[in-house]
């Protein structure tokens, strides 16, 4: 009930602001062509003809003009002067809709009508087009919000029902057909096919799914019929993760956006105290207030800060959007400003920097022609069918020959902290460590090579050693090319904490390119670590010489994403804790994203920074040329309107971000 609600909200909301939207367009029409009759009867004299005078006016087209000004400032400034009243019985009296009023009915106070009418009208069209920037900013987000389903069709007795999502239990079984949102997050237990998970991850190439496969939430299926067993309710899903997420996001607000409402607050009072002194102080002097007032009018409407109040949370928000539909989840624009000034990178390595699957890497027969490999491999995967240690199961998914119901397997024996003894179809088969060739006084056994990385599998067939097995976790093919990646940003160093040993460790930095690695380490030890680089790189002090981010995907890895300036959860939603304490949850298994989250960080701050000196430069010139008598109205219309469409329009610019191919 809750999400229809909220479903029927969000489409009132729509239509309320489609029907704003309209309404808009037909004002600023309406006023635009009262504008422009106006000007019309001004230039061209129109009913000169009559030759007929209204008291103060000299004319008729001069009392015609002033009536088709009044009535355009009416049709476009009503809202806003409305507004600037409400805001007055509220406190809130130095904001836009105030500067817009009192600069506007200034200049209708000393005659300047067409300029009047100008400063109304710019300014609605400028307000029409950043809402129309923010709506596309929004939709970009809402298209998230569109990937959890609103039904599940669930087996139950002897039929299937259809039911809201929040009514399935876990463990029940549902169905979704060819073209249908999974609504909830389970493991496939019967049928095969392909989903499209760009709506959670941004890749756009469809994933294979069979019996066994995990599936999440908001996925599509492309292929055909599946069923699915669930492992968490409706409200855990990945599905309603993400949303909540994007939600939280634009709650959080970056250094950039407070330092512009502080700003404004002071900007606001100060600009109109600066101007009452300009309208007063010279008028006195001078004696002649027409100008001087006319002047503070100019100079109150550059100096609305709309531009800024605009432009810069824009940013931030097509900021997390954009990110947000390339499977970055970035929970809040504080976090944008914190990747962008990165310049130390920490990363775990199992499931980080390496797939986290452990797999047969190698296969070195001591004689190839008494027992080759492929058959080493299967003597022993049938000595370890009854294992359930993933090395175990490394070992079997290595193994493609005949099952193991064809051997005869008897006797097996497991020995605590060396490996198995079993017979094979009669043979005396040992598969384990070094320890348990050593033991058994195995003929012919020699250690590994030094280049052999990984847990070694020895095997010895009735005593005499047959070879060894190399099982390994592999690196993540882009994992090279992230710290690649992160190199060209900028960053300085990057270190890998891990609890395996030093070996195994020093060969995956090798392999990636990490710049340091920390081996051995229990969780409170990443955290001394992390504490430890932030004081070697000057990155813990009040003056920050830039921020560490971390990335982790395991429970352990919980409290080093909260000591982290970035915490950086890897692996789309697998680690509750994780997702919990990290600031950015990437969904893929990518580090390469990681790059590209900085990346896209980078570049909302560069259009930030861009648009506060943009708008403050322009801003303070044409104040100075107002009070100087060199610039009019229609320049300080400009210098509002003008330059917050075009620091809007920057900030769009964000939007149109395309990763960069190597």
Known sequence: MNDEKKQCQACSLEMEEDEADEKGIQQIITAALLFAGGMAVTHFHILSVFNISFGNFASADELLSVILYLAAYLVCGKKVVLAAVQNLFKGHVFDEQFLMTVASLGAVGVGQYPEAVAVMLLYQIGEFFEDKALGSSRRSIKALMEIRPDKAFVKRGSGTEEVPPDDVKTGETIIVKPGERIPIDGVVISGKSFLDMSALTGESVPVEVFTGSDVMAGAVNTGSVIEIRTTKIAGESAAARIIKLVEDASEKKARSEKFITKFSRIYTPTVCAAALILAVVPSLITHDPHTWIYRALIFLVVSCPCALIISVPLSFFSGIGTASRRGILIKGSEFIETLARTKTAVFDKTGTLTKGVFVVTAVHPADESRIPADELIAIAAHAETYSNHPISRSLRTAHSGPCCSLVRIETPEEISGEGIRVNLNGQNILAGNMKLMKTNNVTGFVPCPENDFGTIVHVAVDGVYAGHIVISDQTKEDAAEAMEQLRSLGIKKLVMLTGDNKETADNVAQKTGVDTVYAQLLPGDKVDRVEALLSESGLDGKKKQGTLLFAGDGINDAPVLARADTGIAMGGL????????????????????????????????????????????????????????????????????????????????????RRKIK
């Open 574 to 657: 697998g680690s509750d804790a994780a997702i919990e304490s990290a600031d950015v949850v990437i969904m893929t298994d990518e580090p390469a994203k990681i790059a590209e989250a900085i990346r896209i960080s980078k570049r909302t701050i560069r259009i930030v920074h861009e648009n506060i000196a943009f708008s403050l430069s322009i801003k303070i010139g044409i104040m100075i040329l107002g009070a100087l008598g060199i610039a009019n109205m229609w320049t300080a219309v400009f210098g509002d309107t003008g330059v917050a469409l075009l620091a809007t329009a920057n900030a769009m610019r964000v939007m149109m971000y």
